[in-house]
């Protein structure tokens, strides 16, 4: 059974609006989570984490919300563009686990100029 | 850094023979980890190893795949005999240490094999 659900495997936006990506979890001892993006023919790549501590971290454009008790996680990046295109992951760790990460399944983002 | 290496890029190869997969982590890294994507299951952590030795290999799928780091920069996935089912992506990472947060992974551009 997957621990880390992306439920959208794509999903497509206008330049300039906002993009969001859903992220659920079963694992009540994940305390760490992540997203990574990943381009075609190339490796995924770190883009933006959040702490159970926090229920909100913002860089530029992106920002990660996390609800603890809905195990709820979203990445939103405003104004999207259409180097964003990409597939994005959510990952999980805890349990004292570090960076042993689970990820989910992907969702493929198109922004279309 | 040329960053983490994999070979080949691609892999096209018949049921039954032998496939090698290659890793090379980037220098100074003492944590390498093998992920499998498909479609279905996305990025599944096969194995991972941490100053050379395997830590945790519950992630292999079978018997038939194993895994090796006879060096801290180098790494081989071997899939004997492979299947048809086994068709994926298959990438390597490696981060500074293992089990530490906001050690971030990074990934090479990855393997795609295709078992005919």
């Known amino acids: 059974d997957q621990q880390v659900k992306q439920n959208s495997p794509s999903l497509s936006v206008q330049e300039g609006r906002i993009s969001i990506l859903n992220c659920d979890y079963t694992n009540s001892m994940f305390d760490y989570f992540l997203w990574y993006k990943k381009y075609p023919a190339e490796g995924p790549t770190f883009l933006i984490s959040i702490s159970s501590i926090k229920d909100k971290n913002e860089d530029g454009r992106f920002t990660v919300f996390l609800n603890k008790s809905a195990k709820h996680l979203s990445l939103h990046i405003v104004p999207s563009q259409p180097g964003d295109s990409a597939v994005y992951f959510c990952a999980a760790s805890g349990n004292n686990a570090g960076n042993m990460l689970t990820f989910g399944g992907g969702t493929r983002l198109m922004v279309k100029p | 850094d040329a960053g983490v290496i994999q070979s080949p890029r691609h892999e096209v190869t018949e049921m039954g023979q032998e496939v090698t997969l290659r890793c090379k982590p980037i220098?100074?890294?003492?944590?390498l980890f093998w992920y499998r994507q498909t479609m279905m299951r996305g990025l599944e952590l096969l194995i991972y190893?941490?100053?050379?030795?395997?830590?945790?290999d519950s992630g292999m799928p079978e018997d038939r795949f194993s895994a090796k780091m006879p060096n801290a920069s180098f790494s081989t996935l071997k899939i004997q005999p492979s299947e048809p089912r086994d068709s994926a992506v298959y990438f390597c990472a490696s981060s500074r240490q293992v089990g530490v947060l906001n050690e971030k992974l990074f990934f090479g551009s990855g393997t795609q094999l295709s078992v005919l």
């Open positions: 190893f941490n100053n050379n030795v395997p830590i945790d």
């Open positions: 220098s100074g890294h003492n944590s």
